[in-house]
Nanobody, 119 residues
Framework: QVQLVEFGGGLVQAGGSLKLSCAAS????????MGWFRQAPGKEREFVAG????????NYANSVKGRFTISRDNAKNTVYLQMNSLKPEDTAVYYC????????????WGQGTRVTVSS
């Protein structure tokens, strides 16, 4: 089993920055990819960014390209999401998730961390 714990949410003004962290523990050999997702009030959960566990291949949602950066620290089994130039529409609960190499699903999720961007 894999466990994920997120840190770093909070309240920030528009134009500001926040950095989220997601620490993975347990059976991390089963992870093929890590992703950040978010869910805004009244909306469905959406993909934000992803990074491969074995290399550094990344991808982003169009809405965050050029503003958000996903990265990974292998030694700490931690994935980060640096969020710059934040907008009120970035307000959401952010979740990290691990994609399982055996079934291809994002089947492990963190508890979520709230990000609020004030205008």
């Amino acid at each position: 089993q894999v466990q994920l714990v997120e840190f770093g949410g909070g309240l920030v003004q528009a134009g500001g920055s926040l950095k989220l962290s997601c620490a993975a523990s347990g059976r991390t050999v089963s992870i093929i990819r890590m992703g950040w997702f978010r869910q805004a009030p009244g909306k469905e959960r959406e993909f934000v960014a992803g990074i491969a566990w074995s290399d550094y291949t990344v991808n982003y949602a169009n809405s965050v390209k050029g503003r958000f950066t996903i990265s990974r620290d292998n030694a700490k089994n931690t994935v980060y999401l640096q969020m710059n130039s934040l907008k009120p529409e970035d307000t959401a609960v952010y979740y990290c998730a691990a994609r399982n190499r055996f079934n291809g699903d994002y089947d492990t999720w963190g508890q979520g961390t709230r990000v609020t961007v004030s205008s």
